[in-house]
């Protein structure tokens, strides 16, 4: 990797400024840096990777050249800048997130990786000369959001600038380096998988603390602690002495007798075992602030009166420039009171200047105990002695899903800091759902591969095009290392293919190929069956289409009967649900049980057998609600009827394909054969054979050149609607070039048809919020379409537009643009025109659930992103400036404190 000569000048100059000794891994990348190479450095969260981008910087400016430096998101931008401008001087260094741009022409400027890939698509003359790139957290490539630019920065980059990757530990980081070699040339790999600081695994079970492992573990063989092992049986087997089974007894959750031990004895329990500061993950903003009142309400106090002082002063640091009359609205006297007891929560749905603050707090020793979501894993400086895992499940997105061991090792990264503790610990909390083998799994696994997320999409491609045309576009998607993993997974799956076909024609000698051999035999017992599957699938889409024509149906007060499983019996209908396709109506049931069922709880349809009067207005809640209308439904008489089996007959009765097929397969000269049994074994190994590879050539000829097939679509979408034309790129083309959003076709589209033309600021503020904004719930927001007439009429044509561009999509097997999203619409508005901040929260949100300011301050940026890309882009001049107008209206208040 590196040669043996030795070495003088930069490196050893800029070792002798650091006031620590080079790890062997730091040491090894920069030499090659030096060198001349490329470098990929991947290592663990702490190990100080960062000095290997510094010292990128340090040769760059040697040599009177440029140095960027990017990160994945702004907040990790801004504390590099401040790091570096520390080190370098104010002069020398630079700052670009979108929101910022602090001495643009410096020698070494940081930014979001996002802004490099825009420089880059515009050929920017700020490239000029520049001789290194940093990229931090390269491993976000993974994101499947956002991990693209990644791979577009990497492709586009000039071959003369040495490229610098910094990456967590994965586990193919040779695979990953291949490919760098293959697009960036020379390029070393150096990986070090030593944690800095060890980590020491614990499990905590009530008060008590017990190792994870064994003290005989080894690499080869984990064991998890006999001690603990022995203390959760005993614990389990008196608890159930004590009365609670040992089922699940909620809906698929915990035992609902069991306790946690409060969050408040936690820290005590900590603190008082030496292991604070700690960060305790919760994977929900509202589980932090819960366990943050749940502190606040006890007496717990982890702080130390001298440095009330201190804590002040960077609370006024970050948000005295905050409005006062919004403290209240914003909370700000509980976060305060909360971090003069040593205590906070950190979160993304947070105003920024407040989170800002309790990562300062936090990195000063100042505030010992954070509750925070998993976003704080990622890259932020906040390293803690001590990480608390509550749970092992988190939501993803579409499911509650256990923990990857990438995610717990990303997470307990962030125990032991470097240069201040001898160890770090991880702490899991034990509930009686936690498997402690699987913990230790999670715990030992070092299996943790980088996938790529790289997909060509409608800006990409038409910059692509614009900058080399649709042949070279093609050669450089297929070069990306999206489509490099893919081939290589395809060479398995040839080698695969080619095993089989061989035992296939193996298989086929004996089963005989010839008419009225066994082989066609077979094939008959496969189509029965397939003809099987088809009509039991037909009668189960029939029972469920009953089902739920029937659910949609019930209306308010409707007494039904659920036929099977735990909510068995009588239950009365209090909020029914029409939602197409999968109605789930609010039901009490004659046990007291309250919540939503749905198709799966009825295996026949649902009838009413009779109806009960209401009050106008239930609040199922609440226990005693509950008991009073479970014994009014009792005494309405009503009963269920018999136990009903939901039995039905099959399709297959009556088919007269399958009846055919059958009698086909009675006739047939192999159903007479004495050694039919046998046949058909070796026969049902022969098909199953070839539905396996006949799979497998599928995903070959899916997975060979899948991304320059995508890119052929979208080329071919973009040419029916002209923005490319013979090959070229037109002049509405070049507009969506310089428009970089999620819904960046939809908002060209609406630029070139006028539909915005006639807006006022606030008013188009509202327009293109639906263009950026996402519901927390599923599905978007599709409320009232808008406060204004024009802004009525704004959103009903850009809807009517994403519509036929939707239509559009299907039709050439594109990935459908995202529908727009109604629920920021009136906040936006409301803030723009000049409302308070209190009336702005209200009027935001998902079907009356208020936004939290730090969520209300983040869209209102992510609006003014798009606005500002409206106003450099939009050739109408009016809209230009309106544009422009509504950035300046919406930049006010707590939308332009702490920026970053």
Request: proline share 4%; glycine share 10%; hydrophobic share 40%.
């Amino acid at each position: 990797m590196t040669t043996e000569r030795s070495r003088t000048g930069e490196l050893a100059e800029f070792s002798a400024a650091l006031n620590f000794t080079l790890d062997p891994f730091q040491r090894a990348a920069c030499a090659a840096l030096e060198d001349g190479h490329g470098v990929l450095v991947c290592a663990p969260t702490g190990a100080g990777k960062t000095v290997v981008g510094e010292f990128a910087v340090h040769l760059a400016l040697a040599a009177g050249g440029k140095c960027f430096y990017t990160t994945p998101i702004k907040a990790l931008s801004n504390q590099k800048f401040a790091d570096l401008t520390e080190r370098h001087g104010r002069a020398n260094v630079g700052l670009l997130t979108g929101d910022q741009s602090i001495n643009p022409d410096a020698s070494v400027v940081v930014m979001t990786t996002e802004v490099l890939r825009n420089m880059l698509y515009a050929s920017s003359d700020a490239l000029r000369g520049l001789s290194y790139v940093v990229m931090d957290e390269v491993h976000y490539l993974a994101d499947r959001f956002r991990g693209a630019v990644w791979e577009e920065v990497i492709l586009h980059l000039p071959a003369e600038v040495r490229l610098v990757s910094l990456s967590a530990t994965v586990s193919n980081a040779e695979e990953f380096g291949a490919w760098m070699e293959t697009v960036r040339g020379d390029t070393a790999v150096v990986v070090d998988e030593t944690r800095p600081v060890p980590l020491w695994q614990h499990v905590m079970v009530g008060r008590r603390m017990f190792d994870l492992f064994d003290s005989d573990s080894s690499e080869q063989k984990v064991l998890v602690d006999e001690d603990l092992v022995r203390y959760i049986k005993q614990r389990e087997a008196a608890d159930r002495m004590n009365g609670w089974s040992g089922g699940s007894r909620g809906r698929g959750g915990p035992r609902r007798d069991f306790r946690p031990l409060p969050r408040p004895e936690v820290l005590a329990q900590l603190d008082q075992e030496g292991l604070l500061p700690a960060i305790t993950f919760i994977f929900s903003r509202a589980g932090c602030d819960g366990a943050l009142a749940q502190c606040l309400r006890s007496r717990l106090d982890l702080s130390r009166p001298e440095d009330y002082d201190e804590v002040d002063a960077v609370i006024e640091k970050h948000t005295g420039d905050l409005p006062k009359g919004d403290l209240e609205v914003l909370g700000y006297w509980d976060w305060r009171a909360a971090l003069h007891r040593g205590l906070a929560a950190h979160h993304a749905g947070m105003l920024p200047a407040f989170r800002h603050t309790v990562e300062e707090l936090f990195v000063r020793g100042l505030v010992r105990a954070v509750f925070a979501t998993e976003t704080l894993a990622l890259g932020i400086n906040m390293p803690a002695r001590t990480v608390v895992l509550e749970r092992l499940v988190k939501f993803n997105g579409e499911s509650h899903a256990e923990l990857t061991p990438g995610e717990y090792t990303q997470l307990t990264g962030r125990a032991g800091r470097r240069g201040i503790d001898v160890e770090g610990h991880a702490v899991v909390l034990w509930q009686p759902e936690v498997d402690t083998s699987a913990v230790a799994g999670l715990a030992s696994t070092r299996t943790y591969p980088l996938r790529s997320s790289f997909k060509p999409g409608y800006n990409m491609s038409i910059n692509l095009v614009d900058r080399m045309g649709a042949g070279e576009s093609r050669a450089l998607l297929e070069r990306s290392f999206a489509q490099f993993q893919a081939d290589r997974s395809v060479v398995g799956l040839v080698r695969g293919i080619e095993r089989n076909d061989a035992q296939l024609r193996k298989l086929r000698g004996q089963l005989g190929d010839a008419e009225g051999g066994f082989l066609e035999y077979i094939s008959l017992r496969e189509r029965i069956k397939q003809r099987e599957r088809q009509l039991e699938q037909q009668t189960r889409s029939d029972r469920r289409g009953a089902a739920v024509t029937a659910l949609t149906a019930l209306r308010r007060g409707d007494v039904v009967a659920i036929p099977s499983g735990r909510r068995a019996g009588l239950a009365v209908i209090l909020e029914p649900d029409a939602t197409p396709g999968d109605p789930r109506p609010l039901v009490l049931t004659e046990d007291k049980w309250a919540g939503r069922v749905s198709v799966a709880d009825f295996p026949v349809p649902a009838e009413t057998l009779g109806h009960m009067r209401l009050p106008r207005r239930v609040d199922h809640r609440t226990a005693r609600t509950r008991r009073d209308l479970a014994s009014a439904l009792r005494d309405t008489g009503i009963s269920p009827p018999g136990r009903q089996r939901g039995g039905r007959r099959s399709g297959a009765a009556d088919d007269r394909e399958l009846a055919t097929l059958r009698r086909s397969l009675r006739s047939h000269p192999a159903h007479g054969r004495p050694d039919r049994e046998q046949m058909s074994r070796i026969g049902e190994r022969y098909s199953r054979l070839l539905r396996e590879t006949e799979a497998m050539r599928q995903k070959v000829a899916a997975t060979t050149n899948s991304l320059a097939r995508t890119f052929d679509r979208i080329l071919g979408l973009l040419q029916e609607r002209g923005f490319v034309a013979d090959g070229e790129v037109t002049a509405d083309g070049r507009r969506l070039a310089r428009i970089y959003a999620e819904t960046d076709l939809l908002v060209a589209e609406c630029l070139r048809q006028g539909l915005w033309r006639g807006l006022g600021p606030a008013e188009l503020a509202g327009v293109v919020s639906t263009l950026v904004y996402e519901s927390r719930q599923e599905g978007g927001y599709l409320g009232a379409s808008g406060p204004t007439e024009p802004i009525r009429r704004a959103v009903a044509a850009t809807i009517g537009v994403w519509s036929q561009l939707r239509t559009d999509e299907a039709r050439h097997k594109l990935t459908p643009t995202r529908e727009p999203d109604l629920g920021f619409v009136a906040g936006v508005y409301k803030w723009a025109r000049g409302d308070g901040l209190a009336e702005s929260l209200l009027a935001s949100g998902d079907q009356g659930a208020p936004l939290s300011a730090g969520d209300f301050v983040r869209w209102c940026r992510q609006v003014i992103d798009l606005l500002d890309q409206i106003n450099t882009t939009a050739d109408d001049v009016e809209v230009a400036a309106t544009a422009a107008k509504a950035v300046r209206a919406i930049r006010r208040g707590v939308v332009a404190v702490d920026a970053a």
